[in-house]
Nanobody, 119 residues
Framework: QGHLVESGGDLVQAGGSLTLTCAASRSVFGIINMGWYRQAPEKQRELVATITTGGTITYSDSVRGRFTISRENAYNRVHLQMNNLKPDDTAVYYC?????????????WGQGTQVTVSS
């Protein structure tokens, strides 16, 4: 609980920009992948973007070219720069981190941050 903390969600007009940040607590070691997922009302959670420790990036087709994911490995932080936002981007955005610790594989989720895009 509380391993990941997201920030940056807000209400923004269509065409605007937001940056989300997720920070893993100091107790989290061995992170391999960090990423963002989102869930709109009455829809399933979906991948937005992920980035590995080595910098390999995956984007969903719906955000490619508009969103940019980046990561600060030394600080266990991941950012999501979102440009040209659309009403369809409205959702709760969740940070995810998975990796390997001394006790085995883990997969953590943040509590989510709301992004609302008005038309």
């Amino acid at each position: 609980q509380g391993h990941l903390v997201e920030s940056g969600g807000d209400l923004v007009q269509a065409g605007g920009s937001l940056t989300l940040t997720c920070a893993a607590s100091r107790s989290v070691f061995g992170i391999i992948n960090m990423g963002w997922y989102r869930q709109a009302p009455e829809k399933q959670r979906e991948l937005v973007a992920t980035i590995t420790t080595g910098g390999t990036i995956t984007y969903s087709d719906s955000v490619r070219g508009r969103f940019t994911i980046s990561r600060e490995n030394a600080y266990n932080r991941v950012h999501l720069q979102m440009n040209n936002l659309k009403p369809d981007d409205t959702a709760v955005y969740y940070c995810n981190a998975d990796g390997m610790s001394l006790t085995g594989r883990y997969n953590y989720w943040g509590q989510g941050t709301q992004v609302t895009v008005s038309s």
